[in-house]
């Protein structure tokens, strides 16, 4: 440490969730589940070296891109801030291929599959892939355990701020100086690492103990069926809720003095108890994390997300609109002990690390540009990104065009693409239920199409039909749908 004092800015601990994906990185270091990659079309000629200038510039704004996380040599795993690291560059031409989106293919997965070095790599690098005089891929990768998705848009507008800025001429003094100032006023990660150590530790861990006291069950989603593939790759998909129906949902949650967040929770629990014929549901919510008390802390850039537990549950005269304002009340009281490690959490209770089979997220940022950015239009746009998780069902909720829109991922080596829909459609019938009538009983959603009311009348309710008792009515269902 002594020999390269000089070189360093900062240095303080990982948050629980960071110290998480650095098990994960030194069990495995080729493990890809925690780099998220952007990939943007650019209908636009690119200028290399004001992308250098503006990549350098990103680095000294934003200390995350210049840490480096450490586990050698310490007691305990540490973030060391340097004062100086370049972000790495690549750039390719595929503009003479024969076959050019193959080619570029293959340079994003290698890309991907490469990982990164927590100590020898920076933990943001940038490829370019040239098509053409006017038209580039630009691809962004960042491993997670220094942001997280929020981060992702300041980080993106900032760097076509000063793209712009050079490209224009404007003197990279100038530009270094509004930096130092910018710096001089705001705070950086550290300061929430600061506030994470003050907070009450005992009184998280009783108000999480307390949610969790006497759940006894594992809500997960089986799959219907052998899925014939050694596949490890994660496969998505997604559904829309009718404009309608979101409109309703909406005004919904303003009665109950609550948010279309909260009911699409209140969707995935009585989907999860649906699977597992109980009333009472567990599954995993990832949070903003900001909700800490830090002067500017939405445009601090630094891993602030975490995982908390949601639990979703209801007795037999429990109407939609009291569960959904039980879960608005969960919620806000959660946001309190939202700092708290999921691995600690899970610790207090008896299924451990089977806890959470499910996450789900609520998106509300946009992986794009500010209006006011010049490269807003049709020049530049997100093509793809690549968001894994370490679980084998994942659910995110976002707003689109007035629409409720639920994104699957799942884990192909287990689920078929049957299962992925069928899960989504049943999400689909569930928010429709809910609208339909909120002053009923949850216990009297009526989760069946037509067709599957149909195949228990003639099928199911067949005298002599022997089907399996251990399975529930979801299962059934999704066994007999692959038979016909």
Known sequence: MATINKKIENVYELTPLQEGMLFHYLYDN?????????????????????????????????????????????????????????????????????????????????????????????????????????????????HHIIIDGWCFDVLLNKFFEYYERILDGEHLLKIENEIKKERDSSFDYDEYIKWLGKQNRTEAKDYWSNLLYDYDNICEIKPSGYVKNNKKSIGEVAIEIDSNVTTKLKKLAEECDSTINTIAEVAIGILLQAYGSNRDSVFGKTVSGRSADIRGIDNIVGLFANTIPIRVRYDKNTTIKELIINQQKQGTDSLNYDYYSLAEIQSLTSQGTDLIKVIYVFENYNSGLKEDNKYSDKRIELESYNEQTNYDISISGCENDNKLVFKLLYHEGKYSLDDANFIL????????????????????????????????????????????????????FEEQVKKT
């Open 30 to 142: 080729e493990f890809t589940g925690y780099i998220l990659q952007y990939v943007f079309k650019v209908n636009a000629e690119i200028d290399l070296n004001c992308i250098k200038e503006a990549l350098r510039l990103l680095s000294k704004r934003y200390s995350v891109l210049r840490t480096v996380i450490a586990s050698k040599g310490f007691k305990k795993p540490r973030q060391i801030v340097l004062f100086e690291r370049e972000l790495e560059l690549k750039t390719f031409d595929v503009s003479k291929k024969d076959d050019k989106e193959l080619e570029s293919k293959k340079i994003i997965s290698n890309d991907l599959k490469r990982g990164f070095d927590f100590v020898n790599d920076s933990l943001l690098r940038t490829t370019i892939i040239k098509y053409d005089e006017d038209e580039y891929k630009l691809v962004f990768s960042i």
């Open 425 to 476: 459609n049943k999400l689909r019938i569930i928010c429709n239920e809910i609208i339909s009538c909120p002053d009923k009983k949850v216990s009297e959603i009526e989760m069946l199409t037509a067709e599957e009311k149909h195949l228990i009348i003639n099928d199911f309710n067949a005298t002599e039909t022997d089907y399996p008792r251990d399975k529930t009515v979801v299962e059934l």
